[in-house]
């Protein structure tokens, strides 16, 4: 049976996780493969909002089991955080639902404390990071001196680990950006109590979800984060510690090509961003508010994890088209269609130009967009409410030629297009 994964088309924040939420109804296993507590996925079910940081959004489904893939660095504090908030919201959260791997790594309070100290060293030149510690667990990571959940189960040995962890991590902190010193004992009596008490959780997922394929179940790979913030891939170096494109989906669970079904990608109806960066169609004022939900709009555009006011700005076809390619996406989901009502007319940045030339594609990727200014297409707006439509005859005939010419322009169909926040807002097109 098929392996779906689910992206960000876009810088993050594209409403993954109301689209997880979604395929995860006929999911048996929701896996989430890369980053940490820095990425926020936030689902609406009636009177109820569940945002999350780590766990799979998709175990608000009563049926399914989740995965924390050996691709994350797990913050075990946010973990005990979120299982509780589940549980006393109703959700049963215990062993039998959710595993964490082996081979995941921890984010630990020097983590937290280095990447403060690195940000603050940094002065104007910020990147942006959400100081959860990500960058530096997966410093630690790369740099093979990591700590993995599976050391977890010596509990001895655990404490030790993470003591030399801490002390290591204290003379970079003092040393280097003049920072306090943390106190190694507390913090390796804190994991040694995280430890006891995450030990049933820790498995090998490789071979949960490799045992779950053949038996005919179905796996959906939640992502985190957006294409245009990995790594590798992103406008670097605004980017996260991951790689949260579809190929980080294999290995941050180890699993092959072979049972991969689709790829689909999540994209606004328009663009944001949290953060620093490069934003060729970055808008400010009447309109900017308009999108960020400030006028008229029903879902406020401020970070789930940050709480930052999200960066606002119309549809950049070239960058959609870069996530298509990357990615290699089947199909779309379009998210916030609903937020573009009243707006008349709409844009699409359909090229970019720069120095006299126009490129149709990026030339040499996304880390360096100075420079480059938007071509726009616009489109006739719409002034009805869609939120209470359902099916494509619903939408007002200009909302369904915004969506034909984004499809026409990305190369993919659209499958999905939510009109509101609630479960039920979407309309289903494939």
């Known amino acids: ?35 940490g507590d820095n990425a926020g996925h936030t689902v609406h079910v009636g009177d109820d909002i569940y945002k999350l940081h780590l766990i799979p959004s998709g175990l608000v489904r009563p049926h399914t089991i989740g995965l924390l893939g050996n691709g994350l660095v797990v913050n075990p504090n946010t973990m005990l955080d979120e299982i509780m908030q589940l549980q006393q919201a109703g959700i049963e959260v215990g062993p039998e639902r959710l595993k964490v791997s082996h081979a995941a790594h921890m984010v630990t309070p020097a983590h937290v404390a280095l990447d ?80 006891r008490n995450l030990q049933p959780y820790i498995a090998d997922v490789s071979a949960i979800i490799s045992e779950a394929l053949s038996d005919g179940k179905i796996v959906l790979a939640e992502g985190a984060q957006g294409t245009l913030l990995d790594l590798d891939h992103g406008s670097y170096p605004y980017v996260t510690s991951s790689n949260p494109t579809a190929a980080g989906a294999l290995i941050g669970l180890g699993v092959g090509f ?76 379009l998210t ?28 040499m990727g996304p880390a360096d967009l100075s420079g480059f200014e938007p071509i726009y297409e616009e489109l006739r707006g719409w002034n009805v409410d869609i939120s209470g439509a ?20 990305a190369g993919v169909p659209v499958y999905w297009v939510s009109v509101g926040a609630e479960r039920d807002q979407m309309v289903v097109i494939g």
């Open 390 to 409: 359902r099916t494509w005859e619903d939408l007002p005939s200009a909302a369904t030629a915004y969506i034909q010419r984004v499809e026409s322009l």
């Open 258 to 333: 072979r049972d991969v079904h689709r790829v689909v990608g999540v994209a606004k109806s328009f663009q944001t961003r949290v953060g620093e960066g490069p934003f060729p169609t970055e808008l400010e004022g009447e309109i900017a508010g308009r999108l960020r939900g400030t006028g008229e709009a029903h879902w406020d555009e401020y970070g789930t994890t940050t709480g930052r006011p999200r960066r606002v700005g119309w549809l950049d076809l070239v960058l959609l088209r870069y996530a298509v390619r990357v990615n290699g996406l089947s199909v779309l989901a």
């Open 116 to 195: 403060r100290a690195q940000e603050h060293s940094r002065g104007d030149d910020l990147i942006g990071t959400t100081l959860r510690g990500i960058g530096p667990a997966y410093v630690d990571k790369i740099a093979r001196h990591g700590l993995r959940f599976g050391q977890m189960l010596d509990e001895e040995n655990f404490a030790d680990l993470v003591y030399k962890h801490t002390e290591a991590a204290n003379q970079q902190l003092t040393q280097i950006y003049n920072a306090e010193p943390l106190d190694a004992q507390v913090v390796a009596a804190e994991y040694l109590d995280y430890a």
């Open 1 to 35: 049976m098929p392996l779906d994964i689910l992206v960000g088309a876009q810088w993050g924040d594209e409403g993954k996780g109301r689209m997880v939420d979604l395929m995860a109804a006929e999911a048996d296993y929701v896996a989430r493969y890369s980053g």
């Open 336 to 363: 916030k269609l609903d937020i573009l009502t009243g707006l008349d007319p709409l844009k699409l940045c359909v090229g970019y130009q720069k120095d006299g030339k126009i490129y149709k594609d990026l030339p």
